[in-house]
């Protein structure tokens, strides 16, 4: 609504750039269905996603362009600075309370430095200022609304009730005046590769950390799932970093870095159920052109025309 009001005050003419502010239903569903939208660029849920570009086939096979959702795993090697990979990783997830959808919720670490790394990992995870997230000294705000707050919590209970390891949290925050729908900072491990908390995006300050023994049963971890949006490898043998990377199905890849590390004159876009198309300076504007073939055919010269008659 800011820059509606930006766009107003520079003088850009009335019906240029217009604002419609609502929900899914009616106002996103009349969007995806209208015969006069020609694109919908769409930053969400991916079944939110699905269903938009369900609308967009019924209606008139408008364009999609989709940034959805993640489930982003980190690989973490022996041979890496561990403390820098806990730290990096630990504000990854932590980073405006784990809503997004970049952030490495799945952490596999090689087996030999699992104990270490989660000793670190648990010490950077845990310094935090909890409180109103427009103060500069937050580093730990609640979670957008109290119906993404249950979500929370009712994954929590699912990872209490499967019997897996919590190390660290596992429930809410009770701040001093009782308000504010905090989590806290969640660690936990033994939990298989198909449950639910594994499989669905948490959207929540909790993560996974789980081991591996070699390069490959890494790899297979790691791309086992539907989401491929940013995943990461910390390793200090470069060969092998470049070889994981390759392997690794995601739209991103941050090579002894992760999430929210971007950059910005690169493209950005998922994999698999993390979206459709990419967006970045120069990158998403394809998107928005037709190309046009334009066939001229030229009749041959007549033998007066060769003479120069005309």
Request: proline share 5%; charged share 20%.
């Amino acid at each position: 609504m800011k820059i509606a009001q930006l766009c107003q005050k520079v003088g850009i003419p009335p019906g240029v750039v217009n604002f419609l502010s609502g929900y899914g239903k009616p106002a996103g569903s009349t969007l995806a269905l209208h015969p006069d939208v020609r694109l919908i660029n769409f930053t969400g849920s991916t079944a939110t996603g699905k269903l938009i570009q369900e609308m967009a086939a019924k209606s008139n096979l408008k364009r999609v362009q989709l940034e959805l959702g993640g489930k982003s795993p980190t690989i973490v090697f022996e041979d890496t600075d561990i403390e820098k990979a806990a730290a990096e990783t630990a504000f990854s997830i932590r980073f405006v309370s784990g809503q997004a959808c970049i952030a490495n919720s799945r952490i596999y670490v090689q087996d030999t430095i699992a104990d270490r790394f989660r000793k670190a990992f648990a010490e950077a995870f845990k310094q935090i200022k909890v409180g109103n997230p427009l103060d500069p000294e937050t580093t730990h705000g609640p979670q957008a609304d109290e119906i993404q707050f249950k979500r929370v919590s009712e994954y929590l209970k699912l990872i209490k009730d499967s019997k897996a390891k919590v190390h660290m949290g596992g429930g809410a925050i009770k701040t001093e005046s009782g308000n504010g729908f905090f989590i806290e900072p969640t660690i936990f491990s033994d939990l298989p590769e198909n449950a639910r908390p594994m499989k669905e995006e948490i959207f929540g300050p909790v993560v996974a950390i789980n081991t591996f023994h070699t390069e490959a049963e890494a790899i297979a971890k790691a791309v086992d799932s539907e989401y491929g949006l940013y995943s990461s490898v910390y390793s200090q043998n470069i060969s092998r970093a470049l070889r994981v990377a390759k392997a690794m199905e995601a739209g991103t890849v941050g090579v002894n870095c992760t999430s929210p590390s971007m950059a910005s004159d690169m493209p950005f876009g998922g994999y698999k159920g993390s979206g459709i198309g990419r967006v970045g300076y120069g990158y998403s504007l394809e998107t928005y052109l037709e190309t046009k073939t334009v066939l001229v055919k030229i009749d041959p010269a007549s033998e007066e025309d060769l003479n120069g008659a005309h």
